[in-house]
Protein backbone atom coordinates (compact mmCIF):
# COMPACT_ATOMS: atom_id res chain seq x y z
CA UNK A 1 0.00 0.00 0.00
CA UNK A 2 1.12 3.52 -0.98
CA UNK A 3 1.19 6.29 1.85
CA UNK A 4 -1.68 7.57 -0.68
CA UNK A 5 -4.06 5.04 1.60
CA UNK A 6 -3.00 5.29 4.31
CA UNK A 7 -5.67 6.17 7.05
CA UNK A 8 -5.98 8.90 9.37
CA UNK A 9 -7.19 12.63 10.11
CA UNK A 10 -3.65 14.25 9.57
CA UNK A 11 -2.59 11.75 7.04
CA UNK A 12 -5.86 13.19 4.59
CA UNK A 13 -6.65 16.42 5.98
CA UNK A 14 -6.54 18.04 2.58
CA UNK A 15 -9.19 15.77 1.04
CA UNK A 16 -11.17 15.38 4.74
CA UNK A 17 -11.30 19.68 4.91
CA UNK A 18 -12.47 19.95 1.38
CA UNK A 19 -15.43 16.81 2.05
CA UNK A 20 -16.23 19.32 5.09
CA UNK A 21 -16.51 22.33 2.84
CA UNK A 22 -18.66 19.98 0.33
CA UNK A 23 -21.14 19.43 3.22
CA UNK A 24 -21.18 22.84 4.37
CA UNK A 25 -23.27 23.68 1.36
CA UNK A 26 -25.13 20.52 1.19
CA UNK A 27 -26.26 21.66 4.49
CA UNK A 28 -27.07 24.75 3.18
CA UNK A 29 -29.11 23.58 0.79
CA UNK A 30 -31.99 22.65 3.36
CA UNK A 31 -31.27 26.37 5.40
CA UNK A 32 -32.72 27.84 2.72
CA UNK A 33 -36.07 26.90 3.78
CA UNK A 34 -35.58 26.48 7.44
CA UNK A 35 -37.26 29.73 8.30
CA UNK A 36 -39.12 31.39 5.32
CA UNK A 37 -41.49 28.34 4.56
CA UNK A 38 -44.62 28.74 6.55
CA UNK A 39 -44.93 32.41 5.31
CA UNK A 40 -43.78 31.33 1.59
CA UNK A 41 -46.26 28.38 1.38
CA UNK A 42 -49.08 31.01 3.02
CA UNK A 43 -48.22 34.30 1.10
CA UNK A 44 -47.53 32.64 -2.67
CA UNK A 45 -50.05 29.87 -2.30
CA UNK A 46 -52.60 30.69 0.19
CA UNK A 47 -51.54 27.57 2.10
CA UNK A 48 -52.26 27.67 6.19
CA UNK A 49 -53.28 24.10 7.34
CA UNK A 50 -50.58 23.06 9.58
CA UNK A 51 -50.54 19.33 7.88
CA UNK A 52 -50.58 20.90 4.41
CA UNK A 53 -47.33 23.08 5.08
CA UNK A 54 -45.36 20.40 6.85
CA UNK A 55 -46.50 18.42 3.46
CA UNK A 56 -43.08 19.42 2.34
CA UNK A 57 -41.20 18.37 5.10
CA UNK A 58 -43.00 15.04 4.50
CA UNK A 59 -42.01 15.17 0.74
CA UNK A 60 -38.44 15.51 1.92
CA UNK A 61 -38.37 13.05 4.53
CA UNK A 62 -39.27 10.02 2.87
CA UNK A 63 -37.18 10.66 -0.59
CA UNK A 64 -34.07 11.45 1.53
CA UNK A 65 -35.00 8.38 3.72
CA UNK A 66 -34.85 6.00 0.68
CA UNK A 67 -31.85 7.47 -1.13
CA UNK A 68 -29.87 7.35 1.88
CA UNK A 69 -30.64 3.79 1.95
CA UNK A 70 -29.56 3.32 -1.57
CA UNK A 71 -26.73 5.40 -1.17
CA UNK A 72 -25.19 3.06 1.58
CA UNK A 73 -25.91 0.16 -0.60
CA UNK A 74 -24.53 1.50 -3.85
CA UNK A 75 -21.35 3.02 -2.92
CA UNK A 76 -19.34 0.36 -2.99
CA UNK A 77 -20.60 -0.82 -6.75
CA UNK A 78 -20.53 2.67 -7.93
CA UNK A 79 -18.03 4.90 -5.75
CA UNK A 80 -19.07 7.70 -3.37
CA UNK A 81 -17.73 10.33 -5.57
CA UNK A 82 -20.26 9.48 -8.59
CA UNK A 83 -22.88 8.97 -6.28
CA UNK A 84 -22.34 12.39 -4.81
CA UNK A 85 -21.84 14.27 -8.06
CA UNK A 86 -25.02 12.47 -9.19
CA UNK A 87 -26.54 14.41 -5.57
CA UNK A 88 -25.82 17.55 -6.94
CA UNK A 89 -27.38 17.23 -10.12
CA UNK A 90 -30.43 17.12 -8.70
CA UNK A 91 -30.17 19.84 -6.27
CA UNK A 92 -29.47 22.12 -9.01
CA UNK A 93 -33.41 22.63 -10.37
CA UNK A 94 -34.64 23.30 -6.79
CA UNK A 95 -34.43 26.85 -6.36
CA UNK A 96 -35.18 27.54 -9.98
CA UNK A 97 -38.81 25.34 -9.16
CA UNK A 98 -39.35 27.15 -5.89
CA UNK A 99 -38.97 30.50 -7.75
CA UNK A 100 -41.04 29.82 -10.72
CA UNK A 101 -44.00 27.11 -8.90
CA UNK A 102 -47.23 28.23 -9.84
CA UNK A 103 -48.72 25.84 -7.68
CA UNK A 104 -47.79 24.14 -4.05
CA UNK A 105 -47.33 20.63 -5.67
CA UNK A 106 -44.34 22.23 -7.53
CA UNK A 107 -42.79 23.06 -3.69
CA UNK A 108 -43.98 19.87 -3.13
CA UNK A 109 -41.77 17.74 -5.99
CA UNK A 110 -38.87 20.12 -5.52
CA UNK A 111 -38.69 18.78 -1.86
CA UNK A 112 -38.29 15.44 -3.49
CA UNK A 113 -35.54 16.51 -5.38
CA UNK A 114 -33.94 18.03 -2.83
CA UNK A 115 -34.57 14.85 -0.71
CA UNK A 116 -33.39 12.32 -3.18
CA UNK A 117 -29.96 15.37 -2.84
CA UNK A 118 -29.52 15.31 0.44
CA UNK A 119 -29.29 11.67 0.83
CA UNK A 120 -26.97 11.27 -1.81
CA UNK A 121 -24.48 14.16 -0.98
CA UNK A 122 -24.67 13.73 2.94
CA UNK A 123 -24.48 10.11 2.94
CA UNK A 124 -21.54 9.84 0.34
CA UNK A 125 -19.99 13.09 2.42
CA UNK A 126 -20.24 10.70 5.87
CA UNK A 127 -19.17 7.26 4.44
CA UNK A 128 -16.10 9.43 2.43
CA UNK A 129 -14.95 10.97 5.77
CA UNK A 130 -14.68 7.51 7.88
CA UNK A 131 -13.43 6.25 5.35
CA UNK A 132 -10.50 8.09 5.62
CA UNK A 133 -9.84 8.41 9.45
CA UNK A 134 -10.08 4.95 10.12
CA UNK A 135 -10.66 3.60 13.69
CA UNK A 136 -8.81 6.56 16.00
CA UNK A 137 -10.82 10.40 14.85
CA UNK A 138 -14.34 8.55 13.73
CA UNK A 139 -16.35 10.67 16.39
CA UNK A 140 -14.45 13.38 15.87
CA UNK A 141 -14.64 13.11 11.78
CA UNK A 142 -18.67 12.65 12.37
CA UNK A 143 -18.68 16.44 14.37
CA UNK A 144 -16.67 17.84 12.07
CA UNK A 145 -18.71 16.53 9.15
CA UNK A 146 -22.02 17.30 10.44
CA UNK A 147 -20.52 20.76 12.38
CA UNK A 148 -20.09 21.69 8.62
CA UNK A 149 -23.45 20.35 7.66
CA UNK A 150 -25.45 22.17 10.22
CA UNK A 151 -23.73 25.11 11.39
CA UNK A 152 -24.61 26.01 7.25
CA UNK A 153 -28.30 25.00 7.58
CA UNK A 154 -28.24 27.75 10.56
CA UNK A 155 -26.37 30.68 8.66
CA UNK A 156 -28.24 30.28 5.67
CA UNK A 157 -31.82 29.56 7.56
CA UNK A 158 -30.49 33.26 9.38
CA UNK A 159 -29.85 34.74 6.01
CA UNK A 160 -32.31 33.68 4.07
CA UNK A 161 -34.65 35.52 7.05
CA UNK A 162 -32.87 38.78 6.69
CA UNK A 163 -33.30 38.35 2.96
CA UNK A 164 -36.71 37.43 3.35
CA UNK A 165 -37.40 40.23 5.65
CA UNK A 166 -35.64 42.82 3.99
CA UNK A 167 -36.57 42.56 -0.09
CA UNK A 168 -39.75 39.97 0.06
CA UNK A 169 -40.50 36.34 0.56
CA UNK A 170 -39.30 35.25 -2.85
CA UNK A 171 -37.42 35.16 -5.12
CA UNK A 172 -34.29 36.72 -3.37
CA UNK A 173 -34.08 33.75 -0.77
CA UNK A 174 -33.87 31.32 -2.98
CA UNK A 175 -30.72 32.59 -5.36
CA UNK A 176 -28.80 31.41 -2.36
CA UNK A 177 -29.83 28.17 -3.42
CA UNK A 178 -28.87 28.61 -7.03
CA UNK A 179 -25.09 29.41 -5.84
CA UNK A 180 -24.80 26.97 -3.54
CA UNK A 181 -25.94 24.10 -5.74
CA UNK A 182 -23.28 25.21 -8.66
CA UNK A 183 -20.75 25.40 -6.30
CA UNK A 184 -21.03 22.30 -4.51
CA UNK A 185 -21.35 20.60 -7.92
CA UNK A 186 -18.66 21.91 -9.37
CA UNK A 187 -16.16 21.61 -6.20
CA UNK A 188 -17.54 17.88 -5.78
CA UNK A 189 -16.18 17.47 -9.45
CA UNK A 190 -12.95 18.89 -9.33
CA UNK A 191 -11.45 18.41 -6.01
CA UNK A 192 -13.31 15.18 -4.11
CA UNK A 193 -11.65 11.94 -4.37
CA UNK A 194 -12.80 8.37 -4.62
CA UNK A 195 -12.02 6.72 -1.46
CA UNK A 196 -12.86 3.15 -1.82
CA UNK A 197 -9.35 2.56 -1.62
CA UNK A 198 -9.14 2.89 1.76
CA UNK A 199 -12.18 0.37 2.69
CA UNK A 200 -9.77 -2.00 1.09
CA UNK A 201 -7.06 -1.42 3.10
CA UNK A 202 -8.79 -1.25 7.03
CA UNK A 203 -11.11 -4.43 6.11
CA UNK A 204 -7.38 -5.88 5.84
CA UNK A 205 -7.19 -5.43 9.35
CA UNK A 206 -10.82 -5.04 11.12
CA UNK A 207 -11.68 -7.73 12.95
CA UNK A 208 -15.15 -6.57 13.73
CA UNK A 209 -17.59 -9.66 13.31
CA UNK A 210 -19.65 -9.29 9.78
CA UNK A 211 -23.71 -9.02 10.37
CA UNK A 212 -25.72 -11.72 8.81
CA UNK A 213 -28.80 -9.14 7.98
CA UNK A 214 -27.61 -6.03 7.94
CA UNK A 215 -30.96 -4.16 7.33
CA UNK A 216 -32.71 -6.24 10.18
CA UNK A 217 -29.59 -6.21 12.19
CA UNK A 218 -29.77 -2.11 12.27
CA UNK A 219 -33.17 -1.95 12.07
CA UNK A 220 -34.27 -4.01 15.44
CA UNK A 221 -32.11 -7.40 15.81
CA UNK A 222 -28.60 -6.42 16.91
CA UNK A 223 -29.03 -4.01 20.64
CA UNK A 224 -26.70 -1.33 19.81
CA UNK A 225 -27.50 -0.81 16.53
CA UNK A 226 -31.21 -0.88 17.13
CA UNK A 227 -31.33 1.35 19.66
CA UNK A 228 -29.45 3.70 17.52
CA UNK A 229 -31.69 3.54 14.56
CA UNK A 230 -34.88 3.90 16.99
CA UNK A 231 -33.04 7.23 18.45
CA UNK A 232 -32.14 8.65 15.34
CA UNK A 233 -35.40 8.49 13.96
CA UNK A 234 -37.21 10.23 17.16
CA UNK A 235 -34.22 12.73 16.73
CA UNK A 236 -35.56 13.98 13.55
CA UNK A 237 -39.18 13.40 14.20
CA UNK A 238 -38.77 16.17 16.38
CA UNK A 239 -36.67 17.96 14.25
CA UNK A 240 -39.40 17.64 11.38
CA UNK A 241 -41.59 19.62 13.84
CA UNK A 242 -39.48 22.10 15.35
CA UNK A 243 -38.45 22.56 10.83
CA UNK A 244 -42.16 23.48 10.43
CA UNK A 245 -44.35 24.40 13.81
CA UNK A 246 -41.64 26.45 15.22
CA UNK A 247 -42.21 29.37 12.66
CA UNK A 248 -45.69 28.80 13.00
CA UNK A 249 -45.44 29.34 16.59
CA UNK A 250 -43.43 32.37 15.92
CA UNK A 251 -45.46 34.03 13.64
CA UNK A 252 -48.81 34.05 16.08
CA UNK A 253 -46.45 35.61 18.52
CA UNK A 254 -46.07 38.07 15.97
CA UNK A 255 -42.38 37.88 15.42
CA UNK A 256 -41.22 39.40 12.18
CA UNK A 257 -39.18 37.66 9.39
CA UNK A 258 -35.69 38.95 11.14
CA UNK A 259 -36.57 37.42 14.34
CA UNK A 260 -38.13 34.54 13.48
CA UNK A 261 -34.81 33.51 11.39
CA UNK A 262 -32.50 34.41 14.78
CA UNK A 263 -34.67 31.53 16.86
CA UNK A 264 -34.89 29.33 14.27
CA UNK A 265 -30.97 29.78 13.27
CA UNK A 266 -30.16 29.33 17.00
CA UNK A 267 -30.72 25.64 17.06
CA UNK A 268 -29.07 23.94 14.26
CA UNK A 269 -26.16 26.66 14.57
CA UNK A 270 -25.37 25.42 18.14
CA UNK A 271 -26.29 21.98 17.02
CA UNK A 272 -23.25 22.41 14.12
CA UNK A 273 -20.78 24.14 16.18
CA UNK A 274 -21.56 22.03 19.62
CA UNK A 275 -20.36 19.10 17.54
CA UNK A 276 -17.05 20.26 17.06
CA UNK A 277 -16.73 19.08 21.05
CA UNK A 278 -18.80 16.22 21.15
CA UNK A 279 -17.97 14.08 18.58
CA UNK A 280 -14.16 14.29 19.81
CA UNK A 281 -16.06 13.83 23.15
CA UNK A 282 -17.70 10.57 21.72
CA UNK A 283 -14.14 9.16 20.93
CA UNK A 284 -13.34 9.16 24.70
CA UNK A 285 -16.08 8.99 26.66
CA UNK A 286 -19.65 6.70 26.95
CA UNK A 287 -21.50 6.77 23.95
CA UNK A 288 -24.95 5.18 25.20
CA UNK A 289 -24.36 8.39 28.22
CA UNK A 290 -24.17 10.84 25.46
CA UNK A 291 -26.87 9.83 23.37
CA UNK A 292 -29.41 9.14 26.91
CA UNK A 293 -28.39 12.78 27.94
CA UNK A 294 -28.68 14.25 24.53
CA UNK A 295 -32.48 12.26 23.62
CA UNK A 296 -33.51 13.86 27.03
CA UNK A 297 -32.45 17.23 26.82
CA UNK A 298 -33.91 17.98 23.25
CA UNK A 299 -37.58 16.05 24.67
CA UNK A 300 -37.09 18.57 27.76
CA UNK A 301 -36.82 21.86 25.78
CA UNK A 302 -39.62 21.00 23.43
CA UNK A 303 -41.87 20.33 26.01
CA UNK A 304 -40.72 23.77 26.95
CA UNK A 305 -41.69 25.82 23.97
CA UNK A 306 -45.42 25.81 24.59
CA UNK A 307 -45.43 27.86 27.62
CA UNK A 308 -42.52 30.54 27.05
CA UNK A 309 -43.15 33.64 24.60
CA UNK A 310 -40.15 35.75 25.45
CA UNK A 311 -37.80 36.26 22.91
CA UNK A 312 -34.77 35.71 25.49
CA UNK A 313 -36.18 31.93 26.53
CA UNK A 314 -37.41 31.02 23.17
CA UNK A 315 -34.06 31.63 21.50
CA UNK A 316 -32.23 29.85 24.94
CA UNK A 317 -34.92 26.95 24.71
CA UNK A 318 -33.23 26.71 20.67
CA UNK A 319 -30.15 26.86 22.37
CA UNK A 320 -30.85 23.81 25.07
CA UNK A 321 -32.28 21.72 21.84
CA UNK A 322 -29.27 22.44 19.72
CA UNK A 323 -26.82 20.92 22.30
CA UNK A 324 -28.95 18.46 22.84
CA UNK A 325 -28.59 17.38 19.55
CA UNK A 326 -25.43 18.10 19.03
CA UNK A 327 -24.50 15.18 21.84
CA UNK A 328 -26.70 12.78 19.79
CA UNK A 329 -25.42 13.53 15.98
CA UNK A 330 -22.08 12.54 15.40
CA UNK A 331 -22.45 9.93 18.47
CA UNK A 332 -24.82 8.04 16.50
CA UNK A 333 -22.63 7.54 13.17
CA UNK A 334 -19.37 6.90 15.28
CA UNK A 335 -20.98 3.90 17.27
CA UNK A 336 -22.94 3.18 14.04
CA UNK A 337 -19.08 3.01 12.41
CA UNK A 338 -17.82 0.89 15.55
CA UNK A 339 -20.21 -1.56 15.99
CA UNK A 340 -19.96 -2.49 12.29
CA UNK A 341 -17.14 -4.22 9.71
CA UNK A 342 -15.57 -1.66 7.03
CA UNK A 343 -17.38 -4.16 4.28
CA UNK A 344 -20.56 -3.58 5.71
CA UNK A 345 -20.24 0.10 6.85
CA UNK A 346 -21.73 2.03 4.29
CA UNK A 347 -24.85 -0.33 3.97
CA UNK A 348 -25.01 -0.25 7.62
CA UNK A 349 -25.06 3.54 8.11
CA UNK A 350 -27.46 4.16 4.91
CA UNK A 351 -30.22 1.83 6.97
CA UNK A 352 -29.40 3.76 9.91
CA UNK A 353 -30.37 7.08 8.17
CA UNK A 354 -33.22 5.47 6.53
CA UNK A 355 -34.97 5.11 9.24
CA UNK A 356 -33.82 8.36 10.93
CA UNK A 357 -34.81 10.65 7.71
CA UNK A 358 -38.37 8.72 7.94
CA UNK A 359 -38.34 10.33 11.41
CA UNK A 360 -39.00 14.14 9.23
CA UNK A 361 -41.89 12.19 7.65
CA UNK A 362 -43.18 10.99 10.87
CA UNK A 363 -42.89 13.94 12.98
CA UNK A 364 -44.87 16.30 10.20
CA UNK A 365 -47.51 14.17 9.58
CA UNK A 366 -48.10 13.30 13.42
CA UNK A 367 -47.38 16.86 14.12
CA UNK A 368 -48.89 18.29 11.62
CA UNK A 369 -52.45 16.26 12.16
CA UNK A 370 -52.29 16.78 16.20
CA UNK A 371 -51.63 20.30 15.30
CA UNK A 372 -54.67 20.72 13.28
CA UNK A 373 -57.18 18.68 15.98
CA UNK A 374 -55.77 19.47 19.10
CA UNK A 375 -53.56 23.23 18.64
CA UNK A 376 -49.73 23.47 17.72
CA UNK A 377 -49.06 23.30 21.85
CA UNK A 378 -50.47 19.51 22.20
CA UNK A 379 -48.34 18.45 19.10
CA UNK A 380 -45.31 20.15 20.78
CA UNK A 381 -45.76 18.72 24.01
CA UNK A 382 -46.38 15.28 22.38
CA UNK A 383 -42.99 14.77 20.38
CA UNK A 384 -41.15 15.83 23.63
CA UNK A 385 -42.62 12.94 25.58
CA UNK A 386 -41.84 10.42 22.51
CA UNK A 387 -38.32 11.87 23.05
CA UNK A 388 -38.02 11.35 26.59
CA UNK A 389 -39.22 8.24 25.70
CA UNK A 390 -36.43 7.13 22.94
CA UNK A 391 -33.92 8.51 25.44
CA UNK A 392 -35.11 5.86 28.05
CA UNK A 393 -34.66 3.34 25.66
CA UNK A 394 -31.21 3.77 25.31
CA UNK A 395 -30.80 3.96 28.84
CA UNK A 396 -32.49 0.29 29.34
CA UNK A 397 -31.60 -1.35 25.54
CA UNK A 398 -28.33 -0.51 24.59
CA UNK A 399 -25.44 -2.35 25.88
CA UNK A 400 -22.86 -0.93 28.51
CA UNK A 401 -19.27 -0.43 27.13
CA UNK A 402 -19.82 1.99 23.30
Known amino acids: MTDSTTLGLRENWKQFTILVLVNAFVGGMVGMERSIFPEFAKVEFGVSSKTAILSFITAFGI ?84 FAGYFAVGLVAFFTGYVANAYGITPYPFYIGIFLSIAGFILSWVWVKDTRIFVQKESVTNETTQLGNIFLETTIKNKTLSSVTQAGMVNNLNDGMIWG ?85 PTFLATIAQATSPLQRAESIGTFRLWRDLGYAIGAVLSGFTADIFGIEYAIILIGVITIISSLIIKVRMPEGL
Do not use: C
Request: proline residues 4%; aromatic residues 14%; glycine residues 10%.
Open 63 to 146: TKAIANYYTGRLANRFGRKNLLLVGWLFAIPVPFILIYAPFWSWVIFANVLLGISQGLTWSSTVVMKIDLVGEKNRGLAMGLNE
Open 245 to 329: LLPIVLLSLNYNNENIGIITAIYPTVWGIGQLFTGKMSDHYSKKNMLFWGMLLQGVAIILIPFNDGFFALASISGVLGFGTALVY
